[in-house]
């Protein structure tokens, strides 16, 4: 007989027999009586009487025709342990010993690896607007072709969302911080790794730049951004990553701050980093919001613009879907408000410079991000009503006027960016664009391995796109 029968067939056949004694006891006001023999007679019990067995009794584990010949009144507390004195001799092995539990177990751990085989692990979608793109893209960045495999413990959007800050190592940078002018009196803080041992590329006048746009209230030590400066360290380029004005501890000068749809400061910034390295050729990589403006800045731009090459990750593109989806109840009590109360931790550590133009205590009643745009951020930027902002902050409208090479990669289950949102068809539309959706990955996510401590999917892409632009970029000059 196999374990799960035997084990099955023991605590039934000890289940009978014990409800049997219970009953028989119950009935008789705690006199004793021999359950096993053909006729029942109650026996006296004397004070102190010990808990008898008959002499056919032969152990726990097997029941002979007399095996409780006298059976003592015993309190329902000491019925149970009788009982489970029992069921641990009679059923000799624990759960996972045990055929049941192993049963269960590898039952449970088939199921989901067939679920995560079938339906968690796929290739990522690649749609591009023109032939000569995506050719490009699948010859020299062949992880756009490659399945993407999330972690197997943590493969859910908010769950990826969530973890990737604490999970991912921070590597050590030691970056050379520059302050400079904006033409308003504003100073934009830029936080510059030279990488001066560089052996691929020794003249500091010629060495490949990436210029890294962190998210909305990020900076130059998230670790997303540490990432990618590993990455670009360890193909010998230079990478320079620029703050918001006020989040990386700069002192704001002037009563402005920023927002996805104004992009005056990044152009500052791409001529600072031209004009302080002309020959060096120039790359962008744009997170979250960081990318919204870069998509922004190149629908504006058009051809006059020294960038290379665009990547982003986890962008936004239809504002009015992105707010609407983080205003769901869950959604909205995992980031939202959160994101909500960085912001407004921002807006109060300017609050001198600030006070004299906007109503911060108003500011800081929001609850919400649109709440807080309704009350700063679109007042501060001079639009006449929110969706009037929204609806210039948001890239979806800009795309059929980018003329770089952009790759943007976005996660179907990313609740900052639904999947509906996506700009599918605008994106086929121009051919140097290319969108690469994964099933999973959430925002900023991308976790994959068993631990995935040091390198993600996401800092996979941006490696190889950045080593083809720079490397291979003359393919990319005319891709109509």
Not at 27 to 33: A, E, S, V
Not at 411 to 417: E, M, T
Request: charged share 20%; glycine share 8%.
């Amino acid at each position: 007989m196999s374990l799960r029968a035997e084990a099955s067939a023991g605590f039934c056949k000890g289940f009978w027999r014990a409800s049997h004694c219970f009953r028989a006891i119950s009935k008789n006001n705690g006199d004793f009586f021999d359950i096993m023999s053909p006729t029942s007679h109650p026996v006296t019990r004397s004070p102190g009487h010990p808990f008898t067995r008959s002499p056919g009794y032969r152990g726990c584990g097997e029941f002979t025709p007399r095996a409780f010949a006298l059976v003592p009144y015993r309190t329902p507390a000491r019925l149970t342990r009788d009982l489970s004195v029992y069921l641990e001799s009679q059923v000799r092995v624990g759960l996972l010993g045990s055929g049941v539990g192993l049963s269960l177990v590898l039952g449970f751990s088939a199921a989901y690896a067939c679920y995560y085989w079938t339906s968690v692990a796929k290739k990522p979608q690649l749609i591009a607007g023109g032939k000569k793109f995506c050719e490009f893209l699948k010859d020299h960045c062949p992880v756009v072709s490659e399945t993407y495999y999330p972690t197997f413990w943590c493969w859910e959007g908010r769950v990826q969302t969530l973890l990737r800050p604490f999970v991912t190592s921070k590597p050590c940078v030691c970056y050379r911080n520059e302050l400079i002018k904006a033409p308003d009196g504003g100073q934009i803080s830029l936080d510059w790794f030279d990488n001066d041992t560089s052996t691929s590329h020794p003249d500091p006048s010629a060495r490949p730049t990436v210029l890294l746009l962190p998210g909305l209230t990020g900076t130059s030590r998230e670790s997303y951004i540490l990432h990618m400066v590993q990455q670009s360290r360890e193909l010998g380029y230079r990478c320079v990553v620029f703050n918001n004005r006020g989040v990386s501890g700069e002192k704001l000068l002037t009563p402005r701050t920023y927002c996805a749809a104004n992009t005056e400061d990044l152009e500052t910034v791409i001529e600072h980093v031209h004009n302080t390295h002309p020959v060096a050729p120039i790359m962008a990589a744009g997170v979250s919001m960081g990318g919204m403006m870069l998509a922004n800045y190149l629908g504006r731009k058009g051809y006059e613009t020294c960038l290379k090459g665009v990547v982003v990750f986890s962008a936004g593109w239809d504002v009015f879907e992105c707010t609407a989806s983080l205003e769901k109840p869950l959604d909205r009590f995992l980031f939202n408000s959160y994101l909500t109360s960085c912001l407004q931790a921002s807006v109060h550590r300017h609050r001198p410079v600030l006070e004299k133009n906007y109503d911060i205590d108003h500011v800081m009643k929001a609850k919400t991000i649109r709440q807080f745009d309704e009350r700063f951020t679109s007042i501060m930027f001079g639009y006449p009503t929110n969706d009037d902002y929204y609806r210039d902050a948001s890239p979806i409208h800009k795309l059929k006027s980018v003329q770089v090479p952009m790759l943007c990669l976005n996660a179907a289950d990313d609740v900052f960016s639904p999947n509906h949102a996506i700009p599918v068809e605008a994106v086929k539309q121009n051919p140097n664009l290319a969108l690469l959706i994964t099933c999973h990955g959430g925002h900023i996510g991308f976790l994959e391995g068993v631990w995935p401590r040091q390198s993600t999917y996401m800092d996979r892409v941006f490696r190889q796109f950045a080593r083809a632009v720079i490397e291979q970029g003359s393919r990319l000059t005319d891709l109509q």
